[in-house]
C-alpha cells in the first residue's frame, strides 16, 4: 500500500478535484427486482429448491486474514528463528508458500485482483493513479466522491443549490467473490478490503478500506500548527499553519471541507483557541463545545469537528497530538476521518453498519491508510509517534475482528475477512533501518529500530494463534498478502529519462524541467510520457487529447522505448534499474486491457520511479538517492516481489497466484468459477 501516493494521490489539479458534497444523501444503488409474473410460479420454485440444494453444500466457515505487505522472505526467516510458532503451525497443517502477485504489484492493483479473481485488464486497476487521456490530468483509480452534476445558481445570494445527488464512483470493474456468495445464500463479512469504495451493495456486511477519503476528499490530509519562523502553506501531505503565541494565547482555524453551497466555494473552517500553561508544558484547546487538556507528548482520544455548511453539516472525527510546547509551539492534527456514526456519503453496507460497528467497539478510522506515513515523511511526526499512532489503528482493527469473528462462530455457515494494514506500512517507513545498503541506514537506527519489522511479524502471529484457537472445527483458514517488499535505495526520474532521448519534450527548454501534471510539456512534440509508479503511455493519435503517434507507429516506438528502458544502466554502481517491461496484451486478458498503460514498467529490487514522476513532473536528475524515511517499497517489477498464502489446506499448485484465490474461495462454498476469473482452484 502506498500511503506516500498521497503526495501523488492528494491530487491538487485545477480540473479535476475530488470533493464532498457534504450532507447530501449518498448516491443509491439500484437493486435486481422480482420474476416475470407469467410462469414466476415455477421460476420461484427452482429458484428455492437450488438454494435449498446449494446450502447443504455450502455448510462450511472459512476465515481470510489480508496482511499488506508480508514478505515470504522474511516469514521464512523468522519461522526458522522460531519468532512465529502459529505461522509455522499453520503451514504444517497445511501449506505455506510464495504468491504470484499482480503486474504492478501495487496495492490497489493486487487487491482488485484478490477480490474479483481477475487480472488488471478485467479490474481495470492498473495503478494508484489514472489519468484522463483527454486533458493527461490525473485521478484516483479506485475511485472519487464528485459533485452534483446539476445545480442552480442564486447569484443575489451568492448560493448555489444542488439538484442532483453527490455520487460515490467505484471505478474497479468485476464482480467480487462475496457477491456471488450471496447467490448460494452465504453471508459474508469483509472488513476494509483495498479497492471497495464505494463499497459494493450485498446481502452482508463489509467497511470499505484503502481509498476512503478523508472529510476533505484526500486520501489523508493531515494539519500541522506551529510557532517556528518560516513556517506554513501546503506540503506534501498536509497542510502546516503558522500561528502566533500573545501572551501564551494562539487563535488558529481547522480547516475542513470545501463548502460548495457557497459560489466562491470557500473552505469550511472551524474556530481553534489554544491557551499554554505558563509554567508547565500544557496546552488547553478549545473548539466548538470541545474543551481538552493535552500534555507535551499526548494524543487525544477521536475528537468531533463538525463543520457548517449553508444548508448542512460536515462531519468528521480526529485527533491531536501535541508535539512541543516550548521553546516552539507544535500540534499535529490527524486527518480528519469521515465519522462512522454520520457518513456524507456510504462506507459501508448496509449503510448502518459503520454506525453500528461504532456503537459496539468505539469510534475508528475511516480513512483508507490509517498510518499518516506523510507526517513522519516530512519530519512532523517521528518514529515514536508514528508508531504510537499505527498501534492505536491496529487495535481498532483487533476490536472489529474479534466482534465478527464471535459473530461467526454463532452462523451455521459464512466468511470472514479482515485486512491489516500495518505490515504495509511499517515495512514502508522502516525497512531501511534493516538494510546497510539504504542510503540512511545508520547502525546507530538500526539498533534502535532494526526490531520493528520483525516485532511486527509477531504480532500478527499472535492474532493467527488467537484466529486457530477460536475457529470451529472444519473452518477453512486462509492467509495471504498481495505483494512482499524490498529497500528502496536509488529513485528514477522516468519522464526524465523519456526527455533525455528525445520522447518527451519541454514548451521551454530553458528550463530544462517540467513542474506537476506535465505543466511544461509540449505535447505537439512528446511521443511519450510517463504518470503514476509503474505507467508509461503513448501520446496516440486518436485516443490522446494531442496525441501525435500515428497508431501504425505505435508497437515500433514500443519496443525502441522499452529496449533502451532495459539496457540503462546506474552511473553509480553499474546495476540494472528496470528489469522488466510488461506489455498489456501480454500481461493482461481482461475485457478493459485498452485502457492499459502502453508499457508497465517493473524496476529492479533497490529501485523505483520517483514521487516526481508519479505526479508527472520531469526533473533535472536522472536518478539519486532516496534520503526519506519512505525506505522500503513494491512497486517494482512484479515478478521480484510475491506475497506469501499460507492455509490449513494442502495447497495443490505448485505457483500459486493471488488471481487464484477468489475461485479458491468459491470452491470451498461449492460454487464454481465465474466468467472472467482466469486463476485456479489451489486446494
Known sequence: MERNTKNTITIANKQRKTLLIPGLPSPGFLLRVGFFILGGFFILIICCLGFRTALAEAASKMIILGFDGMDPQLMQKYMAAGMLPNFKKLAEIGDFKPLATTIPPQSPVAWATFITGQDPGGTNIYDFIARDPNTYLPYLSIGEICPPKKEVKIPLLKWVVPISKVEAKLYRKGKTFWE????????????????????????????????????????????????????????????????????????????????????????????????????????????????????????????????????????????????????????????????????????SCPPEYSKELAEQIGLFHTVGIPEDTWALNEGRLNEEEFLAQSEVSQKERLRMYRLELANLKKQKTGLLFCYFSATDTIQHM??????????????????????????????????????????????????????????????????????????????????????????????????????????????????????????????????????????????????????????????????????????????????????????????????????????????????????????????????????DLAPTILNEFKVGKKPGMSGRVIF
Request: charged fraction near 25%; aromatic fraction near 12%.
Open 180 to 347: 456471488y456468495l450471496d447467490e448460494v445464500s452465504v453471508p459474508s463479512t469483509i472488513l476494509q478490503v483495498p479497492s471497495n469504495f464505494p463499497p459494493v451493495q450485498h446481502r452482508g456486511k463489509s467497511l470499505s478500506g484503502m481509498g476512503t477519503p478523508d472529510i476533505i476528499g484526500t486520501y489523508g490530509t493531515f494539519q500541522f500548527f506551529t510557532s517556528k519562523a518560516g513556517e506554513g502553506g501546503a506540503e506534501q501531505g498536509g497542510r502546516v499553519y503558522k500561528v502566533e503565541v500573545k501572551n501564551n494565547i494562539i487563535e488558529t482555524e481547522i480547516q475542513g471541507p470545501v463548502n460548495t453551497f457557497k459560489e466562491d466555494r470557500p473552505i469550511s473552517k472551524i474556530p481553534l483557541t489554544i491557551k499554554l500553561d505558563p509554567q508547565n508544558p500544557i496546552a488547553r484547546l478549545k473548539f466548538a463545545d470541545q474543551d481538552l487538556i493535552l500534555k507535551q507528548g499526548e494524543w487525544s482520544k477521536w475528537l468531533p469537528f463538525t463543520f457548517k455548511m449553508s444548508f448542512s453539516k460536515a462531519c468528521g472525527i480526529g485527533r491531536f497530538y501535541l508535539k512541543e510546547v516550548r521553546p516552539e509551539f507544535q500540534l499535529y492534527l490527524s486527518p480528519i476521518n469521515v465519522d462512522p456514526r454520520q457518513p456524507p456519503f456510504a462506507i
Open 430 to 659: 522502516f525497512t531501511g533501518y534493516m538494510d546497510p545498503e539504504f542510503p540512511g541506514y545508520s547502525q546507530e537506527k538500526n539498533k534502535k529500530y532494526g526490531h520493528i519489522i520483525p516485532d511486527l511479524y509477531q504480532k500478527m502471529d499472535q492474532i493467527v494463534g488467537e484466529t486457530l484457537k477460536q475457529m470451529d472445527p472444519g473452518t477453512t483458514l486462509l492467509i495471504l498478502s498481495d505483494h512482499g517488499f524490498t529497500t528502496y535505495s536509488r529513485y528514477f526520474n522516468l519522464n526524465t529519462w523519456l526527455h533525455q532521448h528525445g520522447y518527451l519534450a519541454f514548451i521551454d527548454e530553458y528550463r530544462r524541467e517540467s513542474g506537476e501534471f506535465f505543466e511544461n510539456v509540449d505535447w505537439k512534440r512528446t511521443r511519450a510520457y510517463a504518470l503514476g509508479l509503474n505507467a508509461l503511455y503513448i501520446n496516440l493519435k486518436g485516443r490522446e487529447g494531442q496525441g501525435i503517434v500515428d497508431p501504425s507507429q505505435k508497437a515500433a516506438l514500443v519496443e525502441e522505448i522499452r529496449q533502451g528502458l532495459l539496457s540503462f544502466r546506474d552511473p553509480k554502481n553499474g546495476r540494472q534499474v528496470i528489469s522488466y517491461v510488461d506489455l498489456p496484451d501480454k500481461a493482461y486478458k481482461g475485457k478493459y486491457r485498452q485502457n492499459a498503460p502502453d508499457l508497465i514498467i517493473g524496476y529492479s529490487r533497490g529501485y523505483r520511479a520517483s514521487w516526481w514522476t508519479a505526479l508527472g513532473q520531469a526533473p533535472q536528475d536522472l536518478i539519486g538517492d532516496n534520503i526519506t524515511k519512505w525506505s522500503g517499497d513494491h512497486c517494482i517489477a512484479g515478478q521480484l516481489v510475491p506475497g506469501i498464502v499460507l492455509a490449513n489446506k494442502k495447497i495443490k499448485v505448485k505457483d500459486p497466484a493471488i488471481i
